[in-house]
C-alpha cells in the first residue's frame, strides 16, 4: 500500500469517527500495513466501523485482521473474451466412443488457450496416495 492510499483511508476513518490520529500512530500503522493489500486494508477498517463503537488502535486493527480470515475478500479477475470458451477457460466437447457394437456419445472437456484455467494433471499432485494418470487436456492438444 503507498503512502497516499493509506493517508486517504486514514482520513475517512478520522472523519467517520470524528477524531484525529496522532502523527506517532500515523507512522506505526503505516509501517505495520504497508505491506497488506490496499483492498485487504479497507476491508479490515469497515469491519471496524460495524464493530467499534470509538476509533480504533492499532491493536484493534490487527486483531481484526486476524480474526478475518482471508475468504471474504476477492481478487478482481481479469475479465477474458474468448470465443472460444465464451470466458470460462474450459471448452466442451463430444466424442464418440465404440462400447462393443454400440456408439456412445460422452461430453468431455478440455482447457482453452486463452489462459484462464489451468490444466489438471493428475501425476504432479503432491501427495503420493492421490496421484493418477488422468489429466484434462489442451484444446490446442485436440485440435479445438
Same mark, same amino acid.
Given at each position: 500500500m503507498k503512502i497516499e492510499e493509506f493517508t486517504e483511508i486514514k482520513n475517512e476513518i478520522e472523519?467517520?469517527?470524528?477524531?484525529?490520529?496522532?502523527? +506517532?500512530? *500515523?507512522?506505526?500503522?503505516y509501517e505495520e500495513f504497508k505491506q497488506m493489500d490496499t483492498k485487504r486494508f479497507k476491508y479490515i477498517i469497515a469491519q471496524a466501523y460495524r464493530t467499534l463503537k470509538f476509533i480504533p488502535k492499532l491493536a484493534d486493527i490487527i486483531e481484526i485482521n486476524?480474526?478475518?480470515?482471508?475468504?471474504?475478500?476477492?481478487?478482481? +479477475?481479469?475479465?477474458?473474451?474468448?470465443?472460444?470458451?465464451?470466458g470460462t477457460g474450459y471448452i466442451l466437447y463430444q *466424442?464418440?466412443?465404440?462400447?462393443?457394437?454400440?456408439?456412445?456419445?460422452?461430453?468431455?472437456?478440455?482447457?482453452?488457450?486463452?489462459?484462464?484455467?489451468?490444466?489438471?494433471?493428475?501425476?504432479?499432485?503432491?501427495?503420493?496416495?492421490?496421484?493418477?494418470?488422468?489429466y484434462i487436456p489442451l484444446a490446442v492438444e485436440l485440435g479445438l
Open positions: 472523519n467517520f469517527y470524528k477524531k484525529k490520529i496522532s502523527e +506517532e500512530e *500515523k507512522k506505526r500503522w486476524a480474526n478475518l480470515g482471508y475468504s471474504p475478500v476477492k481478487k478482481e +479477475e481479469e475479465t477474458i473474451k474468448c470465443n472460444k470458451c465464451r *466424442k464418440e466412443i465404440k462400447n462393443g457394437e454400440e456408439k456412445m456419445k460422452n461430453s468431455y472437456m478440455a482447457i482453452c488457450s486463452c489462459g484462464k484455467q489451468k490444466q489438471y494433471k493428475g501425476w504432479e499432485i503432491s501427495d503420493e496416495r492421490h496421484r493418477t494418470n488422468y
